[in-house]
């Protein structure tokens, strides 16, 4: 199977693509939340032969904000048949944004042992997937207010990679893929003689909803309770906000942070700039973000008393984010693996949008001015 992959991905070709976003931009995340349930694509899995034999996988994408010493930048990584369609789609959206393709800027970096040091991490929920995270609708951005009274939640963490100083660097990565049923389960041998079939494939995100919206039944109708009492707001809240969350297109999710510099001018103060990225989007009684595995360090010094395994996997996490990949990793299961979870498309509009003039972070790089179409009735 690697080795069918390899031949697949080999041939399929990949690209990269940057974002230069205008001063100007009214849209709310809703805009990227359309761009972004065109990236549900499933249809590379279509059968066991094509699966299997051809070792053809679900296409991933890679969402990345990437800050070189302060200048911030929006990248999109793809197969290459996908880019006409992601073009499209944001500039519909986005009539002001230009999009080009660019070298990879992963190929101008490299960790070198005695010189550089390195400090990243995986991301992963706080409570189960179905549980949603802080949206920007819960800023009110769905709203389309004006700029001045906008709360973007992703601003301050652009402000903080805007605070890097010359040779440091800090990268996010956010891999997704189509959310698709997967998981095997035994039927009841009534319905196997209905189907024909032992097995059938359910979708655990929506499985865990609804044994999530169980549980606060059960609670709603104690033991020997005749009739099940009024819930309170946030019971209530809590059972509409995972119906909700279910009820749109989903992605199998993975997100990194790295930050790396040179050992002279490292400075371990913008760890907790990193660490704190994501704590914006942390909802009370709901969801949020939490460090996971994939660490570039040791906890306990004397696991790694030389230094010598933490600069090899130093060098195996720059290598893990060069390749772009986490579903199919050749590093998967190793060290720093941790399993994927789940997003719906408002989610992930949540933590990477193209941001409006509220978020006047200097070094996040803008175009000049808004460009128009030519008059109608120029002379020929």
């Known amino acids: 199977m690697d080795y069918r992959r390899t031949r697949y991905w080999a041939g399929m070709g990949s690209l990269l693509l940057e974002m230069k976003l205008p001063k100007d931009i009214f849209k709310s995340p809703l805009a990227m939340e359309v761009v972004l349930n065109q990236l549900h694509q499933t249809a590379d899995e279509s059968n066991w032969y094509w699966k299997y034999w051809r070792g053809q996988t679900r296409s991933w994408f890679s969402l990345e904000i990437a800050s070189f010493g302060g200048q911030v930048h929006f990248y999109i990584w793809t197969r290459k048949k996908y880019r006409n369609g992601i073009e499209a789609h944001l500039y519909s959206q986005y009539p002001g944004i230009e999009i080009h393709e660019v070298e990879d800027y992963t190929k101008k970096f490299e960790y070198v042992i005695g010189r550089d040091k390195m400090f990243a991490c995986q991301w992963e929920l706080s409570e189960v997937d179905p549980l949603p995270i802080g949206t920007y609708v819960d800023y009110g951005l769905d709203k389309?207010?004006?700029e001045e009274f906008k709360v973007d939640p992703l601003t301050s963490q652009l402000e903080f990679l805007g605070t890097l100083t010359e040779g440091?660097?800090?990268w996010i990565q956010i891999i997704v893929?189509?959310?698709k049923k997967e998981q095997l389960k035994v039927l009841p041998f009534g319905k196997m003689l209905e189907k024909f079939a032992i097995f059938e494939k359910v979708d655990t995100w929506k499985e865990e909803a609804k044994e999530e919206i169980e549980k606060i039944m059960k609670d709603l109708k104690p033991e020997g309770a005749n009739f099940p009492r009024i819930p309170r707001k946030d019971e209530a809240d809590?059972?509409?906000a995972i119906q909700r969350s279910v009820g749109k297109i989903g992605f199998d999710v993975s997100i990194r942070s790295m930050y790396f510099?040179?050992?002279d001018i490292y400075d371990s103060i913008y760890l907790g700039g990193m660490l704190g990225g994501f704590k914006q989007y942390g909802s009370m009684g709901m969801n949020g973000f939490k460090s996971a595995g994939?660490?570039?360090?040791f906890s306990n010094?004397?696991?790694?008393?030389?230094?010598?395994s933490q600069d090899k996997l130093a060098q195996m996490v720059m290598d893990e984010y060069k390749l772009r990949r986490f579903f199919f990793s050749p590093f998967r299961g190793k060290w720093f693996y941790s399993k994927p979870f789940v997003l719906n498309a408002e989610e992930l509009a949540t933590i990477y949008h193209p941001v409006g003039a509220s978020t006047a972070t200097p070094t996040l790089e803008r175009l000049p001015s808004r460009k128009s179409e030519a008059p109608a009735n120029l002379p020929i």
Do not use: E, I, V
Request: net charge positive; proline share 7%.
């Open 168 to 170: 440091q660097n800090l």
């Open 177 to 179: 893929r189509a959310h």
């Open 294 to 297: 994939w660490h570039s360090t």
């Open 238 to 240: 809590k059972m509409a």
């Open 301 to 308: 010094p004397w696991k790694d008393w030389w230094k010598t």
């Open 261 to 263: 510099a040179s050992k």
């Open 144 to 146: 389309d207010p004006k």
